[in-house]
């Protein structure tokens, strides 16, 4: 800052020195400035009114210049005094320190990806800290024109490849799950490899997000890329129904052994370990296996950042009528970035969480289902085995399938849900010593 201010003072000093020298040569110049005049002189006064004028121009126009030198010379100042940065502000999150995410949008066929677009470009907090990058599959015109639209307010890239795809002759009905999975390992690899980004948030054309959804990700992003027992972030609450959660306090996160997706951020770190075994079809159910998970976690909200309105896809509706249309979208803002989300770590989080589940009474579901209301404190309903999961989830509106025998939204077997306004953790007995992989 010393040298630049040192340079604008240089500069003034030198336009005061120029001007000196300008007048004095004027001063000086042969027949400038012409003697006093008499009757023997009659030559010189005739000259004498045109050489004042010639003088006078050229005085004018050297002034000229040299007023631009000075305009010159305090734009360049200004133009450094702007250019210095800021002392950053402590505990803050500013346009240098928080990193580029990208928001990865995956699509293919549906013009109602305007819907996801809309909000997403609403609820952004920064255009440079957040890029939009719109990837299409299929080939679909309408949906290609409903993307432009936006201009350079997102980046529109196309999947190349839209060929058919061999497949094994039970899965013939199944080969859009082929072309998903092809279409997401492209175009991560477009965000990864070709732009060289260190993470993304994964969004598809069929969701909807919060108004805190920025905020959500970009507190909790630094805890992803210090602890390495976590492997994502996400938006979304499996078990996220009105009556299930807890909507008074949406501030509330959770670790979970369930991959979400569903609006999920990943490392690309992450990316460079997934992607040479990349399987081809069903890649979300293929993240759920021990062999990805690798005994990590996500972070998942209380109330979901995300819903989907795409009920038409390649599941044909599948879980979307009974639970995926009742899911609760967070309508409030959270301040998540002043927020201390330390007990997120994973021996603190243990060590709170399970404290908290083993020390909350045991009840039955009959007693549950009696006197939920009558007393608000948390209570635990055990279940000792798959069957009994299932039944006691089915009964409670919770999804009861399981993925290699990890429940949805369930942390160390357990998950936590709100029952008529009380705190029910459906738990596994407290010397579970881990998930059985053949619970499905």
């Not at 279409?183 to 993304?200: D, I, S």
């Amino acid at each position: 800052m010393l040298k630049k201010t040192s340079l604008a003072l240089w500069g003034a000093a030198l336009f005061l020195a120029w001007n000196g020298l300008l007048l004095l040569f004027l001063w000086s110049r042969p027949g400038a400035l012409p003697g006093p005049q008499s009757p023997q002189n009659p030559e010189s006064s005739r000259l004498l009114p045109a050489q004042l004028l010639q003088l006078a121009q050229d005085a004018e126009a050297e002034l000229r210049l040299q007023r631009e030198l000075l305009l010159q010379i305090q734009k360049f100042s200004r133009l450094q005094r702007q250019k210095t940065p800021k002392p950053p502000q402590i505990a803050s999150s500013t346009e240098a320190e928080f990193p580029v995410i990208p928001v990865l949008v995956l699509a293919c066929d549906r013009s109602s990806v305007r819907r996801c677009l809309d909000k997403i470009l609403r609820y952004r907090p920064s255009a440079r800290r957040f890029p939009v990058i719109v990837s299409q599959d299929c080939g679909h015109a309408e949906t290609a024109r409903v993307i432009a639209s936006y201009g350079p307010a997102v980046a529109h890239i196309r999947q190349p490849d839209l060929s058919d795809i061999a497949v094994p002759p039970e899965h013939r009905k199944f080969q859009g799950y082929y072309k998903i999975s092809r279409h997401y390992r492209w175009a991560l690899g477009q965000v990864f490899r070709t732009f060289r980004y260190r993470a993304a948030i994964v969004v598809e054309d069929d969701l909807e997000v919060a108004p805190d959804f920025f905020e959500y990700f970009q507190a909790v992003f630094p805890l992803l890329q210090r602890d390495p027992s976590l492997w994502c972030i996400s938006a979304w609450n499996d078990n996220g129904k009105e009556g299930l959660v807890d909507a008074g306090h949406a501030e509330l996160l959770y670790r979970t052994d369930f991959f979400p997706g569903l609006g999920w951020l990943l490392l690309a770190e992450l990316w460079d370990e997934l992607e040479p075994k990349w399987p081809p079809a069903f890649w979300d159910d293929w993240m759920r296996q021990p062999e990805q998970r690798r005994g990590r976690s996500c972070v998942r909200p209380e109330v979901s950042r995300t819903m989907t309105f795409g009920r038409k896809g390649v599941s044909h509706g599948q879980f979307f009528d009974q639970y995926l249309k009742f899911i609760k979208l967070n309508d409030r803002f959270v301040p998540f970035t002043q927020l201390d989300l330390s007990y997120l770590k994973k021996e603190e989080y243990e060590r709170l969480f399970l404290q908290q589940v083993y020390s909350a009474p045991e009840v039955k579901l009959e007693e549950l289902q009696k006197d939920a209301g009558r007393d608000l404190g948390p209570v635990r309903l055990q279940y000792r085995g798959r069957d009994s999961f299932k039944a006691l989830a089915k009964a409670l509106g919770l999804m009861d399938d399981l993925k290699s025998g990890v429940p949805r939204a369930g942390y160390r077997g357990v998950v936590s849900f709100v029952c008529r306004g009380r705190r029910v953790f459906l738990a596994p007995p407290s010397d579970w010593t881990g998930y059985d992989p053949s619970w499905s």
